[in-house]
């Protein structure tokens, strides 16, 4: 009995060690813009896997418990970041915050996309996304999405700008990269997310794929504005609630920047999981007393100052067929109170 107590004891005492010796912690980093701009990123096409190393130099351990092989990350923390609370909005409410960086971080290159800058040089955007987990797992588990920008200068890459603090959204531990450039008409470069939130799935044989729509000042990397429920596609059997929606710079004015947005669907209210975020702003009695399967078009106007965003009513038109047949069209009054 005496001798299986040593045993049992030597066992514990070595499993303590053992786990303490697997343990892995994370690169401790920091983000210095002018150091970066310093950096070699050569003349070739840019590689994903070296910039991640580039901008987050803390290559993970090949025994760390959470390396996963579909992708490539760096581990890290960083003790000399200012912390920063970051919300994700949905349907225009809060519905989640976080404070980032985490203590333990893991970050991935989603993408690469390259394009050309008014001036006609050869630009790239990258994103990158950070999570506290690696597994890929969690359809509302959202990512932390970092931007760097380059030009292409005398034959090599040049770092314009790099933030590693965006926002944060997406869903399975990835923040949805960058995936469309525009340019208005005085020339400014703004970056178009189409995603971020998680993709709508239901029992039933409808399954509605719900994606947001961001906008990415092209020169601070900053977000300008958020669209929630900009988009809804099917999944499965055409029988369901669509839309989509376009967006306008309309440039600078005295108040600020002018954005407008038009979106335009199907609804089917038997259907619909969630509406477009400009139908929110029809107050429940007016929306129940519309048909129960209509098209509509809605446009919406937004301004963004130093300050705020300022959010006009949209103007939204709806079109239906009676039991007749007959087509009728009519403008819907809308307020600033949402119905839920």
């Given at each position: 009995m005496r001798n299986l107590s040593v045993f049992l004891c030597l066992f514990i005492t070595f499993g303590s060690f053992s786990q303490e010796d697997v343990t892995i912690r994370p690169i401790d980093i920091s983000f210095d813009l002018n150091k970066l701009k310093t950096l070699d990123f050569g003349t070739d096409s840019l590689n994903g896997e070296k910039l991640l190393f580039q901008f987050f130099p803390a290559p993970m351990n090949e025994d760390d418990p959470e390396l996963s092989e579909w992708r490539t990350s760096a581990f890290w923390s960083c003790s000399s970041c200012t912390r920063r609370e970051m919300t994700v909005f949905e349907n225009a409410e809060e519905s989640e915050r976080e404070t980032l960086p985490f203590d333990a971080n893991y970050t991935s290159c989603t993408s690469i996309l390259y394009y050309q800058s008014e001036k006609g040089t050869l630009r790239a955007i990258v994103s990158f996304s950070t999570s506290q987990m690696n597994d890929g797992t969690g359809r509302f588990t959202r990512g932390l999405l970092s931007l760097a920008n380059f030009e292409k200068?005398?034959?090599?890459?040049?770092?314009?700008?790099?933030?590693?603090?965006?926002?944060?959204?997406?869903?399975?531990?990835?923040?949805?990269?960058v995936d469309e450039v525009l340019i208005d008409q005085n020339g400014k470069t703004y970056f178009l997310i189409h995603g971020g939130e998680a993709n709508g799935v239901s029992p039933e044989e409808y399954w509605p794929i719900y994606q947001g729509l961001y906008v990415i000042d092209g020169k601070y990397l900053s977000e300008v504005l958020h669209v929630s429920a900009a988009s809804c596609k099917e999944n499965n059997d055409p029988v369901g609630s669509f839309w989509d929606t376009e967006i306008k710079i309309l440039g600078d004015g005295l108040l600020g920047l002018n954005m407008e947005t038009k979106t335009s669907g199907l609804i089917v209210k038997q259907y619909s999981w969630g509406l477009p975020e400009s139908l929110q702003y029809i107050s429940e009695s007016d929306f129940e007393a519309l048909p129960e399967r209509f098209n509509f078009i809605t446009t919406q106007k937004f301004t963004r100052n130093t300050a705020s965003l300022l959010t006009e009513k949209p103007m939204i038109?709806?079109?239906y067929k009676d039991s007749k047949g007959t087509v009728h069209e009519q403008v819907v009054n809308t307020e600033i109170k949402r119905i839920k």
């Open positions: 200068q005398n034959g090599t890459w040049k770092l314009l700008n790099f933030e590693p603090f965006v926002n944060f959204q997406g869903s399975f531990t990835m923040a949805s990269p038109t709806i079109q």
